[in-house]
């Protein structure tokens, strides 16, 4: 079963607009971390955001905020005001125990001026 | 500070080739990871070193596949002899802490192709 779900292979976003990202996980591990990375087209993986299962408040850095429901098992990553060079593959990925950090097939986003 | 550093970025070899790998994690970190990136199967976790001890080497796709890490600051993945299957995208990975809540930093990577 896949432990990470990220149904959108792909997203179009208007510049300065918000977007979000969904990502859903499968866990039976009441501690787990839930991470997303940003992949640009040159290839470096850049960390982006952490939720951790217990935390109580949403995860955010600057533009990226993170909608952890943890009912729903659902941690969707949203970009506020959308900018050209935030277009690249973007990955949800969870750590459980074991230390193995599990990715999904990520989204693509472009956003368009 | 220096992030992971990976050498080399691009690597062209031919099957039957021996190919090294190289990574440098962020000093400080007692975690290393080897990910392979194929757009077949994504990004696969092959191994990972805690205190440049192997912990678990179940992704490793067959004996061809090897990983040392013989101090903090160093470790190679090499694939001998090398297919055409194994070109992929290989990222090494560094975090300090093996907890649930510890960031992996990602080294630019190294492109893999096998003629």
């Known amino acids: 079963a896949q432990k990470i779900t990220q149904t959108q292979p792909g997203m179009f976003v208007q510049e300065k607009e918000a977007v979000t990202l969904d990502c859903t996980y499968d866990?039976?591990?009441?501690?787990?971390?839930l991470f997303w990375y940003k992949q640009p087209s040159s290839g470096e993986m850049i960390f982006l955001i952490y939720?951790?299962?217990?935390?109580?408040q949403n995860a955010t850095e600057g533009r990226y905020s993170l909608n952890f429901q943890k009912a729903r098992k659902s941690a969707n990553l949203v970009i506020s005001a959308s900018q050209l060079g935030d277009s690249a593959m973007y990955f949800c990925?969870?750590?459980?125990?074991?230390?193995?950090?599990?990715f999904g097939a990520g989204t693509i986003l472009r956003v368009k001026s | 500070d220096a992030g992971v550093i990976q050498s080399p970025r691009h690597e062209v070899t031919e099957m039957g080739q021996e190919v090294t790998l190289r990574c440098k994690p962020i000093?400080?970190?007692?975690?290393l990871f080897w990910y392979r990136q194929t757009m077949m199967r994504g990004l696969e976790l092959l191994i990972y070193?805690?205190?440049?001890?192997?912990?678990?080497d179940s992704g490793m796709p067959e004996d061809r596949f090897s990983a040392k890490m013989p101090n903090a600051s160093f470790s190679t993945l090499k694939i001998q002899p090398s297919e055409p299957r194994d070109s992929a995208v290989y990222f090494c990975?560094?975090?300090f802490g093996g907890g649930r809540g510890d960031t992996q930093y990602f080294g630019p990577g190294t492109r893999l192709t096998v003629l």
């Open positions: 990975a560094s975090s």
């Open positions: 866990t039976s591990d009441p501690s787990y971390g």
């Open positions: 939720q951790g299962s217990y935390d109580q």
């Open positions: 990925a969870m750590r459980e125990m074991g230390n193995k950090l599990v």
């Open positions: 000093s400080g970190h007692d975690y």
């Open positions: 070193f805690n205190n440049n001890v192997p912990i678990d």
